[in-house]
T-cell receptor, first 112, second 113 residues
Framework: GESVGLHLPTLSVQEGDNSIINCAYSNSASDYFIWYKQESGKGPQFIIDIRSNMDKRQGQRVTVLLNKTVKHLSLQIAATQPGDSAVYFCAGTESSASKIIFGSGTRLSIRP | EAQVTQNPRYLITVTGKKLTVTCSQNMNHEYMSWYRQDPGLGLRQIYYSMNVEVTDKGDVPEGYKVSRKEKRNFPLILESPSPNQTSLYFC????????????FGSGTQLSVL
């Protein structure tokens, strides 16, 4: 079946460094992808999205890269801060479908 | 403030005792959905609703019911809870469908003994 997964369950980075969180998906028909951030005790929160007609999209301190050839996307966080500590999920869907498939998440921790 | 509100935040119950988890959104969103989150499995969709009186099964609907009588409310009903329904539940909404960003509630931690 379809799957969306993350490469590493945990990632530890030094405060101030850049973080890169990776995600792979299996369904080549997926054309919309979202990254969510989930802090402890809270619901997931939208960070950034990208549609398949783009290969890069930038937000405030975050960049999402999409490589449709290898069905891979990544979330880059610039100058990682303590407030970035959370679990990060990628999710993918098809425009014609009515459900979204979530990855299992990467826990990002920040070393002072 | 735009939000999705779930209640209760925490619930402990016993096998077979019917319960309802409420969900309400104040953004006039068409689409609402329920997910359960279990360690190592990510978020799995239980049910979703594209509009009032329109509901459909997600990936793990067994043991759950929903209703969408009003646009803002989408309650999740467990008619006869079982221990394997112990999980963290999230309600979410979006303007029109799953191919848009979802707004999530704060979650309901359910324990079925």
């Amino acid at each position: 079946g379809e799957s969306v997964g993350l490469h590493l369950p945990t990632l530890s980075v030094q405060e101030g460094d850049n973080s890169i969180i990776n995600c792979a998906y299996s369904n080549s028909a997926s054309d919309y992808f979202i990254w969510y951030k989930q802090e402890s005790g809270k619901g997931p929160q939208f960070i950034i999205d990208i549609r398949s007609n783009m290969d890069k999209r930038q937000g405030q301190r975050v960049t999402v890269l999409l490589n449709k050839t290898v069905k891979h996307l990544s979330l880059q966080i610039a100058a990682t801060q303590p407030g970035d500590s959370a679990v990060y999920f990628c999710a993918g869907t098809e425009s014609s479908a009515s459900k979204i498939i979530f990855g299992s998440g990467t826990r990002l921790s920040i070393r002072p | 403030e735009a939000q999705v509100t779930q209640n209760p935040r925490y619930l402990i119950t016993v096998t077979g005792k019917k319960l309802t988890v409420t969900c309400s959104q104040n953004m006039n969103h068409e689409y609402m959905s329920w997910y359960r989150q279990d360690p190592g499995l990510g978020l799995r969709q239980i049910y979703y609703s594209m509009n009032v009186e329109v509901t459909d099964k997600g990936d793990v609907p067994e043991g759950y019911k929903v209703s969408r009588k009003e646009k803002r409310n989408f309650p999740l009903i467990l008619e006869s809870p079982s221990p394997n329904q112990t999980s963290l539940y999230f309600c979410a909404s979006s303007e029109q469908g799953s191919n848009e960003k979802l707004f999530f509630g704060s979650g309901t931690q359910l324990s079925v003994l």
